[in-house]
């Protein structure tokens, strides 16, 4: 049923995936519909992870709120226990072929405009993203796949319940699968009345009080994935939600079905050949320490040479260590490797605010190809992930405020590094694979689209140094 090998990540890497989760309340609220599993869960069903982008179009449920452009980054992975789907992750109770059992984490996807508030939403406490937790019972077969889930709110947002009956069939056909998909969710009360009711105090002349109560809200959808290629992966859906009769007739909700469209892609690093799985595969350990750069001293002007200085007031430090797993080695016989790495990192704010520690979850490229690179083996690398923040750095919070512009704890993150053997430098074999080099560990808010991460336009970098060895 699966055509992607099975992906253990070490024990490190894993319990990284399983950290992240508590750090998805960070961001910010985002769409209509509280659940996109859908087309997160569109890779296969185990054994592989991958990094891509969908970008989704949806008709706000609020009134004069227009269409909403929502660029969500996916973060997947799918592992014999573990998993992660971009909003949502956690552990497989139960992972059988037919009856699977999960109990997860998950950021709901509902909550108010983060820009451009409407007229029918003005002078309103603003209704945030939550944070659910959730156990979800799936049970597959021939004839389509039905799935139960009951989330609560651990979160302490809405304070509510739902609960979840689905159904859908994966029909497949060479590179080309479908997935049409029926939900219907209950509702409690005080989770539509957070975030489709009119509290006594927001009543104005054209806006009464008002309080939904429970309902059932249902979802029908159309997904579907395209192999491209072996590795690249197509994805698209259309959607539409129904809103209770109760939801409809609230002052501030719009009457009309909610359409959705998804385009986006992904890309699998877990492949056909398995060079993770074998014995002799090296697990890397990495040191680091770096400091944060001025604001004008941007990714683009550091990895060009034209910025490498630190910053000379309110400068603060970061200290991390990283344990990386190769996925991928010469790929296509070239000279490139992919390595998944689980970092974490400690940030030193000189005073400016409290310190907080910092998990970064990256795919990274490694390129070393260079001409000389036999007599002195040099290696440039760019990891692309997620950064799950204890608290927004200082300097990423000062910026931010200072343009009026709230901070996020979850960003992309990126990490450029250039280093090359210490043993070939000095000479001395059993170091061979022990390497020297600078990097940019760079929080990035170029999702500034992205209400996953917050709506977030700004960002973070730190000039470090490192030591990497292989074991």
């Not at 003005?122 to 156990?135: N, P, T, V, Y």
């Not at 690398?381 to 608290?391: D, I, K, P, T």
């Amino acid at each position: 049923m699966n055509r992607f090998p099975l992906l253990p990540l070490p024990r490190g890497i894993l319990r990284g995936f399983a950290l992240v989760l508590s750090g998805l309340c960070a961001a910010a609220p985002t769409l209509a519909g509280g659940n996109i599993e859908p087309i997160t869960d569109i890779l296969p069903a185990t054994g592989s992870a991958g990094l891509g982008l969908v970008m989704r179009v949806e008709r706000s449920p609020y009134k004069d709120a227009g269409a909403r452009y929502d660029l969500l980054p996916l973060y997947l992975y799918e592992g014999e226990r573990l998993f992660l789907h971009a909003n949502r992750g956690g552990v497989k109770l139960l992972n059988g072929d037919e009856r699977r059992l999960d109990l997860f984490v998950e950021q709901r996807l509902e909550g108010f405009p983060t820009e451009r508030l409407p007229a029918s939403l003005a002078g309103m406490s603003a209704r945030d993203s939550a944070i659910d937790l959730g156990l979800a019972y799936r049970w597959r077969q021939p004839w389509g796949t039905l799935q139960a889930e009951l989330v609560h709110d651990i979160g302490n947002t809405y304070k509510g319940n739902e609960f979840r009956l689905g159904y859908s069939y994966d029909w497949r056909s060479g590179p080309w699968m479908l997935r049409p998909s029926l939900t219907v969710a209950f509702r409690d009360a005080k989770l539509n009345n957070y975030y489709y009711g009119v509290q006594t105090g927001e009543a104005t002349a054209g806006r009464p009080a008002y309080a939904p109560g429970a309902g059932v809200q249902t979802s029908l959808g159309l997904y579907g994935s395209y192999d491209l290629t072996e590795r690249w992966r197509l994805l698209a859906g259309v959607s539409a939600t129904f809103l209770g009769n109760k939801v409809k007739d609230s002052p501030i909700v719009q009457k009309s079905v909610l359409p959705a469209v998804y385009v986006g892609a992904a890309y699998d690093f877990g492949g056909h050949k398995r060079e993770w799985a074998e014995n002799d595969t090296p697990t890397y350990f990495k040191v680091l320490y770096g400091k944060s750069t001025e604001d004008g001293c941007h990714l683009a002007k550091i990895i060009t040479a034209q910025c490498l200085s630190t910053a000379k007031t309110n400068s603060t430090s970061i200290t991390g260590i990283q344990v990386g797993k190769p996925f991928l080695n010469n790929v296509n016989g070239w000279p490139l490797d992919f390595i998944g790495y689980v970092g974490l990192t400690q940030h030193n704010e000189r005073g400016l605010q409290a310190n907080g520690m910092q998990l970064d979850l990256f795919m990274k490229a490694v390129y070393s190809g260079f001409p000389w690179s036999h007599r002195v083996k040099t290696r440039l690398g760019l990891g692309v992930g997620v950064s799950m923040a204890q608290r927004a750095p200082y300097i990423e919070a000062s910026s931010l405020a200072a343009n009026g512009k709230p901070a996020s704890r979850m960003l992309n993150f990126l990490d450029p590094t250039l280093d090359v053997s210490l043993g070939d430098l000095i000479g001395y074999r059993p170091l061979k694979e022990t390497y020297i080099g600078f990097g940019v560990s760079h929080r990035s808010g170029i999702f500034g689209s992205s209400r996953l991460l917050g709506n977030v336009n700004g960002g973070s970098n730190y000039i470090y140094t490192y030591v990497e060895t292989a074991l």
